[in-house]
């Protein structure tokens, strides 16, 4: 179903043009402006702190420390895991006031919050602030931090070490691998990565000291979650929360969590009685905005002697900085456990997991969650199995994928795949990448002296896991009679206007000038899920089908009545209810408007359903060209062939899979935080020392669709929001490893930073 009225994105010329309404836009009367002070050191004991002198600073009306914090008991941050550990405990989850009390555990820790009459004169008093710190070794990486003598950061995490969980049959595996004829061994990580969103965190609070409530205007992924999270943390009824999002530049997934930010202007604004806004700066936003990944994944495959999958166990080391997000550790256990198996039949499956607290920036869901980086580790470990068994890359995947009659195939540790075809992928990928001709572009390179290389990734992934058991959306007639749409996602670049809007038109069958979405309109009591975990088409895309069908049969006795017949005798389509006869008509928008005067409209709906993972999956094939005087690699050629599904506007999920892909060349070519190991600082603290990739880097890109219709919801459609990520890191990474095997270099991991190619081609000639 591809919509020819939705090629171009309604959403861009506001959002092109300057006219998008973004957070930091937004004035409030009487607003006051805050500002942080944030730790500077990883490790410390707060031995004192006296704001005396910032509080006589000019224009400073309040300055709020860790003990206000602790007084509200704003001390608790939600955290989404559901299930128990090896030893059936809860996962340790340390207290993590929104200001730090006693203790800082990572540099950009929120210590004190000035407000002030002006942004200039809240930053200006941040310098009065005094405070003393007694320092504490740092531990920055996950093994570090497991190190017995490391250092601790919370009390009550024995060891850093706050949960361990295990999937899967670990006597069958090792069964398995004892009658193997071929092991195949990879230790890989993903690293740490800044999400870096366009527009950075932002906040204003304004409290209600009648109703004694609030309203937080805050960039989000949808308000019933935020919402939910704002509940547990500040321990208020939701019904004193009203979350306001308009425009939102980019989340990633970095949006789905309330802050400790949040929670701090919520204390200032009731204190104050005025409004508090907050906007970050870049700087602030690498050292406080969640970070991404940072996941070390040691695998093992066991093979027979054809190259048939016989077992595969998993260590994962899950990083997760220094207090637990509330998406950080779910989305790295749940979605590598369920993704374990990759597309591969492996008869006994492994897994085992260690969460672990360091002193970095705690981790969150980031693009993928998870995803990528199960399939990093699983597509890597076959690539190094295909090579070491000498069997060709594509082949050795056709020989392992899930055939057909298997589906709906229940892996051995979580989850239920439905339908894919991830042959017909491979097949279609490898064709328009014109596989089987790479050797002579390989020796045409090598006579420019390049080292190019080509590799694959064949991926599936479980999107759309959600949080809330129903996704509801309204439709509502105004009136001229045109429709609106409500649901509780939130778009942040993902162009639901378009979309959605698409959906209920073309379901209702009615001009798509006539539809408009509403998203997050606080004053609707809607339930549902984020946008996150690539369900929103899925989830309320598909509720907006049912909503449009539910208007068509609860309009239909009204349109009856108007036209004096019966309603079995009314038919609809193209956007009218007619007679059987064709001699009366009339159109959808008419009947609206005839009964705009009725409050409320009486064609109005509110249609709901639980629509849970759906398993979108592709094959793609990257080629590399490195050159070997410089180390600096150009991305020769990329086919993204995915299956999300029932395509709902091809235009948008192409973007969907240039931004992903464009984003995990980011993780592969050189995004990645780098903490000193010593004092624990952060050392890329700006774009100057961290890398972002720019649109040049992806210049020749092919999208196609290879879509098995999903029964699991109404419209058919699988997600598409993170496969771009999830499958390009394997298939970039596998493509580097091909260009320099022949160079001598073995495993290389990401990031594949010109610095580090060149090196390790300096010493691979030196040998
Ligand atoms: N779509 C479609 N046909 C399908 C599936 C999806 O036309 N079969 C369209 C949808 O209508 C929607 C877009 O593709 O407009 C993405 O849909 P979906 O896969 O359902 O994902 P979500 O809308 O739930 O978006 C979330 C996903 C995630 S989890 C992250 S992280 C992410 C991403 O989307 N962050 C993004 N894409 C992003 N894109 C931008 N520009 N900015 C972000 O922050």
Same mark, same amino acid.
């Given at each position: 179903m591809t919509h020819d009225h939705a090629? =171009?994105?309604?959403?861009d010329l506001r959002l092109i043009t300057g006219r998008g309404q973004y957070t930091a836009d937004r004035v409030l009367p009487r607003q006051l402006y805050a500002c942080f002070l944030r730790s500077d050191r990883a490790h410390a004991e707060i031995t004192s702190i006296d704001v005396t002198a910032a509080l006589g #600073?000019?224009? $400073?009306v309040a300055v709020l420390t860790g003990a206000d914090a602790v007084a509200a008991g704003y001390t608790q941050f939600p955290n989404l895991m559901s299930f128990t550990g090896r030893t059936g405990a809860s996962i340790l989850k340390p207290d993590r006031p929104v200001l730090a009390t006693?203790?800082?555990?990572?540099?950009?820790?929120?210590?004190a919050m000035v407000v002030a009459e002006s942004a200039q004169a809240a930053q200006d008093a941040l310098d009065a602030i005094v405070i003393e710190y007694r320092d504490l070794p740092a531990v920055v990486t996950a093994h570090d931090a497991l190190d017995a003598d490391a250092g601790q950061?919370?009390? =009550?995490?024995p060891g850093n070490l706050c949960f361990e969980w295990e999937t899967g049959d670990s006597d069958a595996v090792h069964q398995a691998f004892a009658k193997a004829a071929h092991v195949t061994r990879l230790k890989v990580l993903t690293t740490r990565v800044a999400p870096s969103p366009m527009e950075p965190r932002a906040c204003i609070v304004s409290y209600d000291a009648a109703s004694d409530s609030y309203d937080i205007y805050t960039p989000s992924q949808g308000m019933v979650m935020l919402r939910r999270q704002f509940a547990t943390l500040?321990?208020?009824?939701?019904?004193k929360l009203r979350i306001h999002t308009y425009?939102? #530049?980019?989340?990633?997934?970095?949006?789905s969590a309330v802050y400790p930010e949040h929670g701090t202007q919520m204390i200032a604004a009731k204190k104050l009685g005025r409004p508090v806004k907050w906007v970050s700066t870049r700087a602030e936003g690498f050292m406080s905005d969640a970070h991404g990944r940072g996941l070390e994944i040691a695998g093992e495959l066991a093979l027979d002697? =054809?190259?048939?999958?016989?077992a595969a166990r998993y260590d994962f080391l899950c990083d997760m900085g220094a207090y637990l997000t509330p998406t950080g550790s779910v989305s790295h256990l749940r979605n590598p456990a369920t993704l374990m198996t990759g597309v591969y039949k492996i008869p006994a499956l492994y897994g085992s997991f260690k969460v672990v607290l360091t002193n970095t920036v705690p981790i969150a869901a980031y693009r993928g969650a998870g995803r990528p980086d199960i399939a990093y580790a699983v597509e890597r470990l076959v690539d190094r199995a295909a090579d070491e068994m000498k069997i060709d890359r594509s082949e050795i995947r056709r020989r392992n994928?899930?055939?057909?009659?298997?589906?709906p195939y229940k892996t051995p540790t979580v989850g239920v795949y439905e339908p894919s075809d991830f042959a017909g992928c491979l097949d279609e990928a490898l064709k328009v990448a014109n596989w089987t001709g790479f050797e002579p572009r390989r020796a045409e390179a090598a006579k420019r002296g390049k080292l190019r290389g080509v590799g694959l990734s064949t991926i599936i992934e479980a999107t759309g896991?959600?949080?809330?058991?129903k996704d509801q959306v309204a439709i509502e007639f105004d009136a001229d009679g045109k429709i609106g749409v409500y649901t509780v996602s939130m778009s942040s670049g993902q162009g639901h206007e378009t979309t959605f809007a698409s959906v209920v038109a073309d379901t209702l069958g009615v001009?798509?000038?006539?539809v408009t979405l509403h998203e997050c309109d606080p004053a609707k009591d809607l339930t549902g899920n984020h946008t996150?975990?690539?369900r929103s088409m899925a989830g309320a895309g598909s509720v907006c089908k049912l909503a449009a069908e539910k208007v068509i049969e609860h309009a239909r006795p009204i349109a009856a009545e108007a036209l004096e017949?019966?309603?079995?005798q009314v038919d609809y389509a193209e956007g009218a209810f007619r007679s059987r006869d064709g001699e009366k008509s009339i159109s959808l928008e008419e009947l609206a408007r005839r009964l705009a005067k009725r409050h409320p409209h009486p064609m109005n709906v509110v249609a709901e359903a639980t629509v849970g993972s759906t398993w979108p999956n592709g094959c793609h094939v990257a080629e590399v060209e490195i050159d070997p005087e410089t180390g600096v690699t150009r991305i020769a050629g990329y086919v993204a062939v995915d299956?999300? #599904? $029932?395509?709902?506007n091809h235009q948008i999920v192409e973007g969907q899979v240039h931004g992903g892909v464009t984003q995990g060349a980011g993780q592969i070519f050189g995004e990645q935080v780098v903490y000193?190991?010593?004092?624990?600082?952060?050392?890329?603290?700006s774009f100057s020392d961290y890398y972002m990739p720019r649109a040049?880097?992806?210049r020749d890109i092919h999208v196609g669709d290879h879509p098995l219709p999903s029964?699991? =919801?109404?419209?058919g459609a699988k997600g598409v929001g993170e496969s771009g990520c999830t499958a390009s890191l394997p298939a970039l990474a596998n493509a580097m490893s091909d260009a320099l095997r022949p160079a001598g270099i073995g495993h290389m991991d990401m990031p594949f930073t010109p610095s580090k190619v060149w090196h390790a081609l300096q010493t691979a000639k030196s040998r």
């Open positions: 090629v =171009n994105r309604r959403e #600073g000019p224009g $400073v006693d203790k800082v555990r990572y540099v950009g820790e929120a210590i950061l919370h009390a =009550n995490v500040t321990g208020l009824p939701e019904s425009d939102v #530049g980019g989340s990633f997934g970095q949006r002697s =054809n190259g048939k999958f016989l994928f899930i055939p057909p009659d298997a589906f896991a959600g949080v809330f058991p001009p798509f000038a006539s996150g975990g690539s017949l019966e309603p079995s299956d999300c #599904g $029932v395509v709902i000193d190991p010593a004092s624990g600082q952060l050392l890329t603290g040049g880097i992806l029964k699991l =919801n109404a419209l």
